[in-house]
C-alpha cells in the first residue's frame, strides 16, 4: 500500500521553482532516501509533505489523506524531526521526552521503556536530568532525534537527521531506525547528503536537484545503470584506439594522462586492457557508488566541498562533466 503518493509536487518561491513537479510513490514500511545538494528542494519538498508549507501546485497523500484537503489527517499519520534542532531550552532532556510522548498520547508504559532506550541509544543518559539550554550541539541533535524516534507515526520524516552527529551515533541510530521500519513497518522519508548512507539505508532513492527528482530506483539499480565498473588508469601518451574495438568497454574519457574507462565486469577484463599498453603507472577499479550515479546525472558532485577524493575519483568528476 501507497503511504505516501505524491502528484507533480511543486513549490515555488518568487521567481525560484524548488520543487519541480516532483512524483514518486513510497510503500508501507519503506525506507525512501531524498538524496541530493543543499538547495536540491529536499526541505521544501518533506515542508509540504507534512504540511507545514502549502504545494504551489500539484498535490501529495500521505496515509492516504490529501495534504492540501485533509492537513489534520496528515498531520495525525506523521513525525518528523527538522534539520534544525526545535527543542525546548528550558526542559530538561528527559521532559522533553515526555512531554512529546503525552502529546503524542504514547501510553506511560510504554514511554517509560521507549525514553530508556533512547536516551541510551543516544548516549544521553548522564545529562538527561540536567535542562537543554546547557546541552553542546550535538547534544540537542541527538535528544532531537530521540524524540522523533519515540512516538510511532505512520509515516515518520527525517530530515538530513544525522547531519553534525559523530560516525559512531550515526551507525547506531541508522540501526535503530532499519529495526523501526521492520519491526513497526514505519514508512520512513529521509533526506541526505550522505551518500553512502543513503546507499546502505534506503530501500529506495529519489536523486533531487534544482527541484526535479532526476532519477528514483534501489541503490543497486541506480549504480548497475552506470553500464560497468569504473576502471581508472594513469598512462603517459595513451593510444586509446586500441580500446574501440572491445565491446566491454563502454566509456572512455581523458583528462591529465588519466584514462577512465566505463567497462563490464572489470574483473574478467581487466588483464586485456592493460595488456594494450605498456606504460599503465597506476590502476583503480571500482564498482560506482550513488555519487557516480549523481555524477552521471548533474555532471557534479554531490558535495563540491568533499576534498578526499582520490586521482581516480576527480578523473570520473571531469568525465561525467564531459558529456
Ligand atoms: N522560505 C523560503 N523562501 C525563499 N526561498 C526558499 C525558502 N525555502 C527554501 N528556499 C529556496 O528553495 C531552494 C530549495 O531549498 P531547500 O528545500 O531548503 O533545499 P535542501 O533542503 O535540498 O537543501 C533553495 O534554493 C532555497 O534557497
Ligand atoms: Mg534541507
Known sequence: MAMIETDR??????????VDSVSFNVERGEIFGLLGPNGAGKTTTINMLVTLLPPTSGTAKVNGFDIRAQPAK???????????????????????????ARLYSVPKAVWKK???????????EDRADNIVRHYSGGMRRRLELARGLLHRPAVLFLDEPTLGLDPQTRELT?????????QEQTTIVLTTH?????DNVCDRIGIIDHGKVIALDTPDNLERRLGGDLVCLKIKNP?????????YVKNV??????????VENAAVHLKEILSLFDNVEAVEVRTPTLNDV????????IREDDTDEGWAEAAWRYQAGGR
Open 9 to 18: 509536487l511543486s513549490r515555488k518561491f518568487g521567481d525560484l521553482t524548488a
Open 253 to 262: 574519457e581523458v583528462k591529465d594522462g588519466q584514462v577512465g574507462l566505463t
Open 194 to 198: 550522505y551518500m553512502e548512507e543513503a
Open 114 to 124: 521507549r525514553i530508556a532506550e533512547l536516551l541510551a541509544l543516544m548516549d544521553l
Open 74 to 100: 496528515v498531520r495525525q499519520s506523521v513525525g518528523i524531526v527538522f534539520q534544525d534542532p526545535s527543542l525546548d531550552t528550558i526542559l530538561t532532556g528527559r521532559e522533553n521526552l515526555e512531554l512529546h
Open 174 to 182: 541508522w540501526r535503530y531506525i532499519k529495526a523501526m521500519a521492520q
Open 294 to 301: 549523481f555524477l552521471k546525472y548533474t555532471g557534479r558532485a
Open 239 to 247: 593510444d586509446l584506439k586500441v580500446l574501440e574495438r572491445l565491446s
